[in-house]
């Protein structure tokens, strides 16, 4: 297999995100599609960190729906881009406690100490439950699951759990705490992130 072959299916996987966003914003332009707000996320833990773009757009229709791309390094040196597109599903109230989310998320990992890559697409979803009226705290949980069928590479699976206290600091900046487990079924099996992390969100 060829050294720069993990870097192709990182690159891949940026790609395909970047088409699905000149999708969007030229459906945009012929009015189908509304971006609501943006974000950057950020966490940091023992081990690994994250840096992810998240786009909220109303896609008329199929009503609100977020677009996420970012990245994972931990310090074997594993370098995992992630990209996701959830659907909000529920009724259409504002002021619900419980936001529920589900779609795909997409994997391109080159895994360092083992030499290998992984190309997978999760299914799955998160769910939000607001603490107060006022919506400045939440809990996430979050379950992605790439079966074998469509995982590629040297696994035959990726499982991904994630859990989330984010509380409000300003307006626009939001600090979380959590634990991630995101593990990789190679042989023997990964754990690219298993940790408890400290994290921001800033909205704009």
Not at 114 to 130: K, N, P, T
């Amino acid at each position: 297999m060829p050294k720069n072959f993990g870097w192709r299916v990182i690159g891949c996987s940026v790609f395909m995100l970047a088409a699905a966003g000149s999708a969007f914003a030229q459906d945009s332009g012929r009015g189908r599609v509304t971006t609501i707000d943006h974000a950057v996320e950020f966490y940091i833990s023992n081990d690994a960190l994250q840096a992810q773009y998240v786009r909220m757009l109303d896609l008329g229709e199929l009503g609100p729906t977020q677009v996420r791309a970012g990245f994972l390094y931990n310090e074997d040196r594993d370098l995992v881009a992630i990209a996701d597109m959830l659907a909000d599903v529920g009724d259409e109230i504002d002021a619900r406690s419980l936001e529920l989310r589900v779609g795909t998320r997409v994997y391109g990992a080159f895994l360092a100490p083992i030499d290998q890559d992984v190309f997978s697409v999760g299914l799955g979803g998160e769910a939000q439950y607001y603490l107060s009226s006022r919506r400045n705290a939440s809990v996430t949980l979050s379950l992605f699951y790439g079966p074998d069928i469509a995982t590629f590479g040297m696994a035959d699976q990726v499982m991904d759990i994630g859990l989330r206290l984010m509380t409000r600091m300003r307006n626009g900046t939001d600090v979380f705490i959590g634990y991630r487990s995101l593990e990789f079924g190679v042989e023997p099996t990964r754990d690219v992130d298993d940790n408890l992390h400290l994290g921001f969100r800033r909205s704009f």
